[in-house]
C-alpha cells in the first residue's frame, strides 16, 4: 500500500507563488498531481516518470508550474508561480505502480494510490 501526504496548500493573491510537497511511502513509476474545483471534475494538471524521462503539463499550468521529484526523500513536489483565481482547488498527489502510458500521465483513471488532497484558494 503506498501511502501519499501533501502539504503546502494556502491562500495566495492572484500572480503569487505556493510549493506543494507530497511525501510518499515509496516513489512509484508514475506520480502526478491532480486538481478538483467544486462542481468540476478532476483533472491532471502535471505528472512525470520518476526516473525523469518524462514529464506532462495541463495546456492551463505550462510555463507557470513545474512538477520534480526528490528520489532520496520520496518526494513529488509542485511549484506553481503566476497563480490565478482559476487555479483554485483542492490539490491532490497520485501515484501508479507502474508506467502510465505517456499520452494518459494526467489521466486519472490511470492512478491507483491517492492522497487526501491539500487546498490551494488564489484570491484576484
Known amino acids: 500500500q503506498v501511502q501519499l501526504v501533501e502539504s503546502g496548500g494556502g491562500s495566495v493573491q492572484a500572480g503569487g507563488s505556493l510549493r506543494l510537497s507530497c511525501a510518499a511511502s515509496?516513489?512509484?513509476?508514475?506520480m502526478g498531481w491532480f486538481r478538483q474545483a467544486p462542481g468540476k471534475e478532476r483533472e491532471g494538471v502535471a505528472a512525470?516518470?520518476?526516473?525523469?524521462?518524462?514529464?506532462q503539463y495541463a495546456d492551463s499550468v505550462k510555463g507557470r508550474f513545474t512538477i520534480s521529484q526528490d528520489n532520496a526523500k520520496n518526494t513529488l513536489d509542485l511549484q506553481m508561480n503566476s497563480l490565478k483565481p482559476e487555479d483554485t482547488a483542492m490539490y491532490y498527489c497520485?501515484?501508479?505502480?507502474?508506467?502510465?502510458?505517456?499520452?494518459?500521465?494526467?489521466?486519472?483513471?490511470?492512478?491507483?494510490?491517492w492522497g487526501q488532497g491539500t487546498q490551494v484558494t488564489v484570491s484576484s
Open positions: 497520485a501515484a501508479a505502480g507502474r508506467l502510465v502510458p505517456e499520452w494518459l500521465l494526467l489521466d486519472k483513471h490511470e492512478f491507483n494510490y
Open positions: 512525470i516518470y520518476t526516473d525523469g524521462r518524462s514529464t
Open positions: 515509496g516513489l512509484q513509476y508514475s
